[in-house]
């Protein structure tokens, strides 16, 4: 059974860079089968999808993110990160680290943390 | 790149069959048999419903069911059951390697 979990500051101040963890356990992150993804969801909406890296190395994100989004993979912890810069309270939302596989439906997904940007 | 469009609600009695629908375009729901469904009660994280448009991932029951036709996908959930009252988003692979959800549709068991 794979399991994922995110970590990571509830609370961060606008123009500052949020930074979450996604920690998975049942499974290697390694090996390039899946696309470890980032999808956020902000209060009382619907699901937006972020991005993901693929095969260890390889990235993509939403366009309209891709100038402040990072999303890096750490084999030896079995751990992939998120990371969006300049926040704004337009960026609260809760956030969601998810495994898709290679015919694009997202099979696995953490329980979400919310980040809330305030001062 | 909008959402893909879903009802904002649709509401059934216990034991009716109801139909959510997601329309996208021929970039995204039209192009691909890559068209998935998930169920999130509130406060809790999405869980994958259907996959590659009809198919239907072990432990989920065969009351729910998922179809296309063109843009539009579609997923109908027979003998409804209080259960069933939840979110569901649809999603699908885009041209550009992107991907995109619907904008959710609420459920409701009368």
């Known amino acids: 059974q794979v399991l994922l979990q995110e970590s990571g500051p509830g609370l961060v101040k606008p123009s500052q860079t949020l930074s979450l963890t996604c920690t998975v356990s049942?499974?290697?992150?390694?090996?390039?089968?899946?696309?470890w993804s980032w999808i956020r969801q902000h209060p009382g909406e619907g699901l937006e999808w972020i991005g993901y890296?693929?095969?260890?190395?390889?990235?993509y994100y939403k366009p309209s993110l891709r100038s402040r989004v990072t999303i890096s993979l750490d084999t030896s912890k079995n751990q992939f990160s998120l990371k969006l810069s300049s926040v704004t309270a337009a960026d609260t939302a809760v956030y969601y680290c998810a495994r898709e596989n290679d015919n694009m439906y997202f099979d696995y997904w953490g329980l979400g943390t919310l980040v809330t940007v305030s001062s | 790149q909008s959402a893909l469009t879903q009802p904002a609600s649709v509401s059934g009695s216990p034991g009716q069959s109801i139909t959510i629908s997601c329309t996208g375009t021929s970039s995204d729901v039209g192009a691909y048999n890559f068209v998935s469904w998930y169920q999130q009660h509130p406060g809790q994280a999405p869980k994958l419903m259907i996959y590659?448009?009809?198919n239907r991932p072990s432990g989920v029951s065969n009351r729910f069911s998922g179809s296309k036709s063109g843009n539009t996908a579609s997923l109908t959930i027979s003998g409804l059951q209080a259960d069933d009252e939840a979110d569901y988003y649809c999603s699908s692979y885009t041209t550009g390697t992107t991907r995109i959800f619907g904008g959710g549709t609420k459920v409701t068991v009368l």
């Open positions: 890296i693929y095969n260890s190395v390889s990235t």
């Open positions: 590659g448009v009809t």
């Open positions: 049942g499974g290697s992150i390694s090996g390039g089968l899946y696309y």
